[in-house]
């Protein structure tokens, strides 16, 4: 089946530092995937659509010079938490969409829990 | 975007059958969606439903859906304690592909 990796599962950083976070698509090649943030006992929101090979697509609200995202491949897409606070902490979970012969469906990473101290 | 709306939550005995609840608002919805989330985990596709279907039965799992009240529903037969997670209902945008979700249901399984 379709895997989709993060790494690193969880992070300890500092304030003001910055942190990137890696989503994967292990077993196929995915031109669209997306980054959900997921407060404690909350939804996942949307955060960004990135397409592989140009720039990211960013709900309202979320602020594109933080949260830099860059899909440099069709296996690799990155979030850059720049200049981290702690109100940044939460867990952040990527999906990665596999188009292909009519089937489409998303396939979600394993999440990456991030605490700002 | 559009709402999806769930119960917070939801206990039952192990062994008995669960039915979690969701109601969401886009009528232009596509795909409709279960998720499995435990804690600390990802999310674990449970199963889907093409909004132009009725019902789904994959084993243990009957999805329900009423287009015209916008409601769906999973019913998890023979609940067992590994069943307790938070479980989240989800619908497609018909204008894209990203996912809009409910808040999840926690349900709790007791023996």
């Known amino acids: 089946g379709a895997v989709v990796s993060q790494h690193p599962s969880w992070v300890i950083c500092k304030s003001g530092t910055s942190v990137k976070i890696e989503c994967r698509s292990l077993d196929f090649q995915a031109t669209t995937m997306f980054w959900y943030r997921q407060f404690p006992k909350q939804s996942l929101m949307l955060m960004a659509t990135?397409?592989?090979?140009?720039?990211?697509?960013?709900e309202q609200g979320v602020e594109k010079d933080k949260f830099l995202i860059n899909h440099a491949s069709l296996t690799l897409s990155t979030l850059t938490v720049t200049s981290a606070h702690p109100e940044d902490s939460s867990f952040y979970i990527c999906s990665a969409r596999w188009a292909q012969q009519g089937y489409n469906e998303q396939f979600f990473g394993p999440g990456t829990r991030l605490t700002v101290l | 975007g559009e709402d999806v709306e769930q119960s917070l939550f939801l206990s039952v005995r192990e062994g008995d059958s669960s039915v979690i609840n969701c109601t969401y608002t886009?009528?232009?919805?596509?795909?409709l969606y279960w998720y499995k989330q435990e804690p600390g985990a990802g999310l674990q596709l449970l199963t889907y439903i093409f909004s132009n279907m009725d019902m789904k039965q994959d084993q243990r799992l009957t999805v329900l859906l009423n287009k015209k009240d916008k409601h769906l529903s999973l019913r998890i037969a023979d609940t067992q304690t590994g069943d307790s997670a938070i479980y989240f209902c989800?619908?497609?945008?018909?204008?894209?592909?990203?996912?809009?979700f409910g808040k999840g249901t926690s349900l709790l399984v007791t023996p």
């Open positions: 989800a619908e497609r945008e018909n204008s894209g592909y990203a996912l809009n």
């Open positions: 886009d009528s232009s919805s596509t795909y």
């Open positions: 990135s397409n592989e090979g140009s720039k990211a697509t960013y």
